[in-house]
């Protein structure tokens, strides 16, 4: 019993990397069944890597991504299977690091509503306003590119093609100048506190 399985697996196993040695080729039906065959095997993946249910869809995704970006590095003399696993569970590690860092800045407080003061006190209105102007002093001591990125990007809401219109600067020099800027920004109002 133990034997027909192996030779099933082993015979489906052959069957996807021929799929993907003719979707290499060129032939793009072998490559949509690849892909619908695929989705099960990266689904068990995840899940033996502990990925919750409600995540699987979202590393199932990643994975199909990654096979498509680096399709041309399989050789087809090779286990598919193994080759999309190894991918599959680096997703699926992905995944669970983003979960536990999320996690990791939610709060889960059943009280925390309580604890927050109310919209309508003064005093919540006027500690808002002092975030404000601290948050407002610590932009203005930017160098200039990244208070631009800042400005435009997040306080004005611009895309990054208007922000590139309006400043003059490539997308690539605002998205790197708005992470060093909010590195910055984080720095210097965590360290005030």
Same mark, same amino acid.
């Given at each position: 019993?133990?034997?027909?399985?192996?030779?099933?697996?082993?015979?489906?196993?052959?069957?996807?990397?021929?799929?993907?040695?003719?979707?290499?080729?060129?032939?793009?039906?072998?490559?949509?069944?690849?892909?619908?065959?695929?989705?099960?095997?990266?689904?068990?993946?995840?899940?033996?890597?502990?990925?919750?249910?409600?995540?699987?869809?979202?590393?199932?995704?990643?994975?199909?991504?990654?096979?498509?970006?680096?399709?041309?590095?399989? /050789?087809? !003399?090779?286990?598919?299977?193994?080759?999309?696993? *190894?991918?599959?569970? =680096?997703? $699926? @590690? &992905?995944? #669970?690091?983003?979960?536990?860092?999320?996690?990791?800045?939610?709060?889960?407080?059943?009280?925390?509503?309580?604890?927050?003061?109310?919209?309508? /006190?003064? !005093?919540?209105?006027?500690?808002?306003?002092?975030? *404000?102007?601290?948050? =407002?002093? $610590? @932009? &203005?001591? #930017?160098?200039?590119?990244?208070?631009?990125?800042?400005?435009?990007?997040?306080?004005?809401?611009?895309?990054?093609?208007?922000?590139?219109?309006?400043?003059?600067?490539?997308?690539?020099?605002?998205?790197?100048?708005?992470?060093?800027?909010?590195?910055?920004?984080?720095?210097?109002?965590?360290?005030?506190?």
């Amino acid at each position: 019993m133990q034997a027909e399985s192996n030779s099933a697996s082993e015979q489906a196993d052959r069957q996807r990397a021929a799929w993907m040695g003719a979707a290499q080729a060129g032939d793009q039906r072998a490559y949509a069944r690849l892909l619908k065959d695929s989705v099960a095997l990266i689904r068990a993946v995840a899940r033996r890597q502990g990925v919750a249910v409600d995540a699987l869809d979202d590393v199932v995704q990643e994975t199909l991504l990654t096979v498509h970006r680096v399709r041309h590095t399989f /050789d087809p !003399s090779r286990s598919y299977d193994a080759w999309l696993a *190894a991918i599959a569970a =680096r997703r $699926a @590690i &992905d995944v #669970l690091r983003g979960q536990g860092r999320r996690d990791r800045r939610e709060v889960h407080d059943e009280h925390a509503y309580e604890m927050h003061a109310d919209r309508e /006190d003064a !005093s919540a209105d006027a500690e808002r306003a002092q975030q *404000a102007l601290r948050l =407002r002093k $610590a @932009i &203005d001591t #930017l160098p200039p590119g990244q208070r631009e990125a800042v400005e435009q990007l997040g306080l004005k809401e611009r895309s990054l093609a208007e922000a590139a219109v309006q400043t003059g600067r490539n997308t690539g020099a605002l998205k790197v100048n708005l992470h060093r800027a909010l590195k910055s920004l984080r720095d210097r109002l965590n360290g005030e506190s």
